[in-house]
């Protein structure tokens, strides 16, 4: 069964600033010409981590103080204290994350550590999905690469962090799709890391499939699935937060395919 990748936007309009926006953040984005700013993603609610932490630890007091009365000690009580305080911890550290959106990049924050993306200096996006419940929840990260190599990662630290991966996955998608159908029509190789898609078919590492065999190509429980004409097994299948630009892979192999007499 295929799964959705992204939610696919139409183009962001400027909103109104909710909350007063650092200085040091308006003045990175003139200087770097982000244009009208859209919105900001908040850190994931620290009050929510340290009720719990406070919740935890009240209650464990409470359990070994009764289990005191009744003349017995339990050791491995008094090790939640301390997953908890390591729990909060990570909570606060965490409360640092915040991203700034405007229509042409954002500026994403961790601690005192600053990036500015600009849509037109990314080179790739990955993105990695973990599913947390058998309901659809899940965790997302996405790890954005800049043509000097240099890479910034955001992750559910950030609140609704998937619908700023949408807003990356829709933009990267809208500048890089063009030119890698100018590069496939001319016959180069479009690499998306151990896949590649060229007018001869789908690459698989130092294998090749080439377009008359190729029966689909789907994402499955997390995995990208390429499917060969007439076998029940998977040609090739790899991990979707291994490859590069997914949405691009899977628009160029659209593409790829229906250019072939059985799919016209």
Do not use: C
């Not at 080179?123 to 309901?135: D, F, G, H, L, N």
Request: proline share 5%; glycine share 6%.
């Amino acid at each position: 069964m295929s799964e959705p990748i992204y939610q696919q936007a139409n183009a962001l309009p400027p909103q109104v600033a909710t909350g007063q926006i650092p200085v040091e953040i308006t003045q990175q984005a003139e200087i770097n010409a982000l244009g009208p700013f859209v919105r900001a993603f908040r850190p994931t609610n620290i009050w929510v981590a340290l009720g719990i932490t406070v919740g935890v630890l009240v209650l464990d007091i409470i359990l070994n103080y009764l289990i005191w009365l009744a003349g017995y000690v339990v050791y491995y009580l008094w090790i939640v204290p301390i997953l908890v305080i390591i729990y909060a911890v990570n909570a606060i550290r965490t409360n640092n994350h915040k991203a700034f959106l405007y229509q042409g990049g954002f500026i994403y924050t961790s601690g005192s550590q600053l990036n500015v993306i600009r849509w037109d200096r990314v080179e790739a996006v990955w993105m990695k999905v973990v599913r947390t419940s058998r309901y659809g929840s899940a965790r997302h990260t996405y790890t954005i690469k800049s043509p000097d190599g240099s890479q910034v990662v955001i992750s559910s630290h950030l609140k609704k962090v998937k619908e700023l991966g949408d807003v990356i996955m829709n933009e990267v998608t809208r500048r890089h799709l063009p030119l890698a159908r100018q590069a496939y029509a001319s016959g180069v190789p479009v690499s998306f890391g151990d896949l590649s898609v060229s007018l001869q078919g789908i690459g698989f590492r130092d294998k090749l499939l080439p377009w008359p065999e190729v029966k689909d190509v789907k994402l499955v429980n997390g995995s990208v699935q390429v499917k060969k004409q007439g076998s029940m097994l998977s040609w090739a299948t790899i991990d979707v937060a291994k490859v590069s630009n997914l949405p691009i892979l899977l628009q160029l192999v659209t593409d790829g395919l229906s250019a072939q007499p059985q799919y016209r």
